[in-house]
């Protein structure tokens, strides 16, 4: 696995009994490292054409804004709802225990915008999934979704529906 794996820490038992919180705050705050995450996040989708890149609140933000850069695009984040001024799209989407909402800017996406879609880790994959039905309702095109770390076990990624890929680049 590449050397910044090492800066992802392991935090058992956060933020409940029985999970295993994947931290990468040491991995952003090393320079190097950081650095190298991003450039290995960003290296397959170099030739794909993104105009525009979409993070989920809130760590995708951090990792989508700086891929944003990598690849000399713009950034759109997905927000939490009530944090997003003027009118919005919105999905909601299930958890463990009730349901969540996302939003996304109206105009923040112009229709035909090839969109890359940030997060940090796919889990369960039910954040990817809503972050990718809401893309589905704005008339722009999902190339993708790339995420820093993937925990293969809980099976996020056989939820995702879309025929584009979800690239991860350190798969536990
Ligand atoms: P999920 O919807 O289950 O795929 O969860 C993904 C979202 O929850 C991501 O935005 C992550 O930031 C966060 N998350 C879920 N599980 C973990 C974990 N074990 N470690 C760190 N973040 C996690």
Redesign the pocket.
């Known amino acids: 696995m590449a050397g910044f794996a090492g800066l992802v820490r392991d935090v058992p038992d956060f933020p409940r009994p029985g ?6 705050l040491p991995l952003l705050a090393d320079g190097r490292g950081f650095a190298a995450a991003v450039a290995a996040m960003a290296q397959p989708w170099r030739d794909a054409r993104v105009s525009a890149v979409a993070g ?1 609140e ?3 933000f951090i990792l989508g804004a700086a891929l944003a850069r990598e690849l000399d695009v713009g950034f759109v984040p997905i927000r939490k709802p009530g944090k997003l001024p003027g009118a919005v799209h919105e999905v909601s989407y299930d958890l463990e225990y009730g349901s969540d909402r996302l939003q996304v800017q109206q105009g923040a996406l112009a229709a035909g915008e090839r969109v890359l879609l940030v ?12 972050a990718a039905h809401l893309l589905g309702n704005l008339r722009v095109e999902l190339l993708g979704a790339a995420v820093l ?1 993937e ?1 293969a076990a ?1 099976g ?1 990624r056989a939820r995702w529906r879309d025929p584009s890929p979800v690239l991860a680049t350190l798969v536990y």
């Open positions: 999970i295993v919180f994947k931290d990468i989920v809130a760590r995708g997060d940090d880790v796919l889990a369960t994959g039910g954040t990817l999934l809503a770390v925990l809980l996020g």
